[in-house]
């Protein structure tokens, strides 16, 4: 595995605009997905919409959840022991499973009761979003994969 992210990385590293466009992607798509939740809550409050509770309190869940098992778990990221330079600066563990793609993932989930279109566009824009956390160095696939896999688990409970 080491392999891998060493050439990923040295390719990345090699190509200036590629670098870029993963940098631009990592540090704002994130915002743009969190900046679109409050904004879905605050329309489906207006319109006294039933799915309000849902759309609130599954990411809440999710988040705090997620939060505990990375303390627990404590997983290293792939640069505290592989010889690899990440794109981005992190703080070191708590890697697994990925925070951001399960944010980003359990809201374009949520978004799917709300409107089917926006919903399928916010999981690729998610998708984007753990894609481009392997492509820095800073995550494994497993973590992006878990974070991804957790959001789903936590849409489908039976819960609000």
Same mark, same amino acid.
């Not at 409050?38 to 999710?62: C, D, G, N, S, V």
């Given at each position: 595995?080491?392999?891998?992210?060493?050439?990923?990385?040295?390719?990345?590293? *090699?190509? %200036?605009?590629? %670098? $870029?466009?993963?940098?631009?992607?990592?540090?704002?798509?994130?915002?743009?997905?969190?900046?679109?939740?409050?904004?879905?809550?605050?329309?489906?409050?207006? &319109?006294?919409?039933?799915?309000? =509770?849902?759309?609130?309190?599954?990411?809440?869940?999710?988040?705090?959840?997620?939060?505990?098992?990375? %303390?627990?778990?404590?997983? %290293?990221?792939?640069?505290?022991? #592989?010889?690899? $330079?990440?794109?981005? *600066?992190? $703080? $070191?563990?708590?890697?697994?499973?990925?925070?951001?793609?399960?944010?980003? =993932?359990?809201?374009?989930?949520?978004?799917?009761?709300?409107? #089917?279109?926006?919903?399928?566009? =916010?999981?690729?824009?998610? *998708?984007?979003?753990?894609?481009?956390?392997?492509?820095?160095?800073?995550?494994?696939?497993?973590?992006?994969?878990?974070?991804? =896999?957790?959001?789903?688990? &936590?849409?489908?409970?039976?819960?609000?």
């Amino acid at each position: 595995m080491e392999r891998f992210y060493v050439n990923m990385l040295n390719y990345i590293h *090699s190509k %200036k605009h590629l %670098k $870029k466009t993963i940098l631009f992607i990592n540090k704002y798509l994130p915002y743009v997905m969190y900046a679109f939740y409050p904004l879905l809550i605050l329309y489906l409050f207006i &319109i006294k919409h039933p799915l309000l =509770m849902h759309t609130l309190f599954k990411p809440l869940i999710a988040f705090i959840t997620v939060t505990i098992i990375r %303390k627990l778990i404590n997983r %290293k990221r792939p640069y505290e022991y #592989m010889d690899i $330079k990440p794109l981005v *600066s992190h $703080k $070191k563990g708590q890697s697994f499973p990925s925070r951001h793609t399960l944010s980003a =993932m359990i809201i374009a989930l949520v978004t799917l009761n709300i409107n #089917m279109t926006l919903g399928i566009i =916010m999981i690729i824009l998610s *998708s984007i979003i753990g894609l481009c956390r392997i492509l820095a160095g800073v995550h494994h696939i497993s973590d992006v994969l878990a974070g991804a =896999m957790y959001a789903l688990f &936590i849409y489908l409970l039976k819960i609000f």
